[in-house]
């Protein structure tokens, strides 16, 4: 009887990793190469999507902020953003694209606060505020400091540097601080966008049936997932933002993390 309350104790204080039903929209911050040997410039393409899925693509408007954050310094990106249309299999939307220079070694967080965006079939507001990492040199410089968001999840592994068949770990946090039992959606990038057609690439893999996989944050605002394939990976916690309305109707304010995972060979 004490091992099996021990266990379930165990259990309890776990990140729990369930199915739940599809909702699925990911905000991206997309590059293709997260690991650059050297300085230069990145091209960046920034749609609402459905990415596991490859379906239906969501129009942004203007985002409030969009920004890079390198050894604490935070520079402004809004002035390089084009818009842009992108492609997905089921349909076009607006997006936007920037080309960014990076011109010293480290970590680079991109991070951006779309504008909310209206799903209809819910009637509420969608604001996913969503950070990618693209690392120089492989110099670690500040990839597990949060970044002042409003609700961000904070990576306790090198988000550039995970592998396939290893684990990722995240702290989600709101207005600074740990949230405990709040879930966290989990989408693979199934089809990566072609950058120069500015549409979706092939599949590599087809969402799982049941729904999405979720996990649930700990007392500490802590989640697991295992890694069991290389690509991309996106990580929501659904309304864990303090806004929770919008003009006039209820407002998701999630926090949005990819990371890129390699094969190890």
Known sequence: MKLITSALAAAALSAAVF???????????YTPEVNLEKAGEIPLLLVFWHPF???????????????????????DLLGKLQPVTFKGAENSSAGYEA????????????????AP??????????QQLTKSY???????????????????????????????GSTFTGQLLSEGKPVAGAEIEVEYMAAEPDMAARKAGTPKAAPPPGGAVVAVTDANGMFTFGIPKAGFWGFAALGSGPAKEHDGKPLSQDAVLWVRANELK
Do not use: C
Request: proline share 9%; hydrophobic share 40%; charged share 20%.
């Open 117 to 126: 965006y209206l799903e209809k079939s819910e009637d509420k507001y969608i």
């Open 53 to 75: 899925s490859n379906g239906h693509a969501m129009d942004m408007g203007k985002p409030e902020q969009f920004f890079v954050v390198h050894k604490g310094e935070k520079t």
């Open 134 to 164: 693209v690392n120089v040199g492989g110099t670690p410089s500040g990839w597990d400091k949060p970044i002042g968001l409003a609700t961000e999840i904070v990576p306790l592994n090198k988000p550039t540097v995970v592998l396939a």
């Open 19 to 29: 199915v739940a039903p599809a909702r699925a929209h990911f905000q991206l911050i």
């Open 99 to 114: 080309k960014v220079p990076v011109r010293r070694l480290g970590d680079y967080i991109f991070a951006i606060v779309p």
